[in-house]
């Protein structure tokens, strides 16, 4: 299998959550092309399910990643880069379908003694596709016992993977604010509420969250990563949106944030004389490593000559802490050393690290099943 093709082809057609259709036929077409009497495929939504049967099974070992791409515009110069305007496999998920692909060819082709679930996941960068692929009765007929997934690390070095015990991923909750006041002739501002104003205060104020309401022993973050407003440029602006994300490491602390910011928007709402619509869009939780799987895994990557490193928690989120919180497993960073990090338009991971990443995921699907 040329995984370093696959990389390519699947990172020309990078597609936003639950629009994955040319991903899945994608897959389908490699999937399809490995079937052997030992293999069954379900679809769910714009995902997949794969089930190889073990030889002598009494339990289920689950992988799953994720197939979404990001609303970015890439700025690479690479021949493969995204045939989709505006939008980009930024986050690495290229690289984790070619990964499952490339494992669930090799346990194909040596059968294992239990039962091997493949999860191609929908919409993990929003709205979460884990927690209703969880809720459908196909994962609730193949639900793994163990399940474990990766995600790319560009700091981290080809060779290196790294996880930890307990907390991995933060928990996190996406957050969409709409301003609407009065708008009108650039000229006359104080006959108008001008949002752009309110908006822009309003994101000066929100950091005040973190740095001035919550115990500073308590980690989070509160990111707007969006913002617009306005028509034109002599008109004052009747409305305005911010796009952001807020992320905490304890999940009660999300709703302390909540509440301040709610608070905000009320004092807002009073001093800029302007309505402010709140929607929280998706929430993730934590995901939570397992001690004896990490252990496990770190064993196999010792004996396979990769090199294992123990990992800080990080702030980013993954919806596959919503399988973590049901199902015991671990996920882990894949070092893919790229000058430009996650969520970066300029992402370049280093193509070498699929090889290593099948070797990781192979094996510890055989560890696993051994244990
Ligand atoms: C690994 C990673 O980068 N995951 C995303 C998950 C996004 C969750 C949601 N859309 C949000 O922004 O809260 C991340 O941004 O961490």
């Known amino acids: 299998m040329n995984l370093v093709e696959i990389r390519r082809e699947l990172h020309q057609i990078p597609e936003l959550g639950f629009q994955e259709f040319k991903t899945q036929t994608y897959l389908l077409d490699k999937i399809n092309a490995m079937q052997t009497d030992r293999v069954e495929v379900k679809e769910w939504r714009t995902g997949i399910m794969v089930r190889v049967s073990g030889a ?3 339990k289920t070992i689950g992988f799953r990643c994720d197939i ?29 379908m070619t990964i499952a ?10 059968p294992i003694d239990n039962d091997v679930v493949f999860l191609f996941q929908p919409a993990e960068e929003g709205p979460g596709g884990a927690l209703p692929m969880m809720e459908s009765d196909s994962f609730k007929e193949w639900k793994p016992d163990v399940v474990f997934a990766l995600h790319i690390a ?8 790294s996880s930890r015990p307990g907390l991995l991923f933060a928990n996190t909750s996406e957050l969409f604010l709409d301003f609407s006041g009065k708008g009108g002739h650039a000229a006359y501002p104080h006959l108008t509420r001008d949002m752009t104003v309110a908006a822009s205060s309003f994101v000066v104020e ?6 001035r309401n919550l115990n500073p022993l308590e980690s989070a973050v ?14 004052i602006a009747e409305s305005a949106r911010l796009e952001g994300t807020i992320r905490t490491l304890e999940p009660a602390t999300i709703n302390v944030i909540k509440q301040k910011l709610e608070r905000l928007i009320q004092g807002f709402e009073i001093s800029h004389e302007c309505k402010i619509a709140i929607d929280y869009g998706a929430n993730y939780y934590q995901v939570y490593n397992e001690q004896q799987y990490v252990d496990i895994f770190a064993e196999t990557m ?38 430009f ?3 970066n338009a300029q992402l370049t991971p280093d193509e070498d690290a699929l090889e290593i990443g099948v070797k990781a995921v192979k094996n510890t699907i055989q560890a696993l099943s051994a244990c």
């Open 302 to 339: 010792t004996t396979n000559n990769i090199n294992y490193q123990e990992a800080n928690p990080a702030m980013t989120g993954e919806d596959f802490g919503y399988m973590l919180k049901d199902i015991p497993g671990f996920m882990f960073w894949l070092g893919v050393d790229s000058p």
């Open 222 to 235: 509160v990111t707007v990563g969006k913002m617009e407003s306005g028509f034109v440029q002599n008109a």
């Open 101 to 110: 692909l490339g494992s669930l060819k090799l346990i194909i082709d040596h």
């Open 341 to 343: 990090g996650l969520h």
């Open 154 to 161: 560009p700091e981290l070095p080809t060779g290196t993977v």
């Open 206 to 211: 929100l950091q005040q969250i973190v740095a």
């Open 68 to 96: 979404d791409g990001l609303p970015i515009t890439e700025q690479t110069d690479f021949p493969f880069k995204s045939t989709h305007e505006g939008q980009m496999h930024a986050c690495g998920h290229d690289f984790h």
């Open 56 to 58: 002598n099974p009494n």
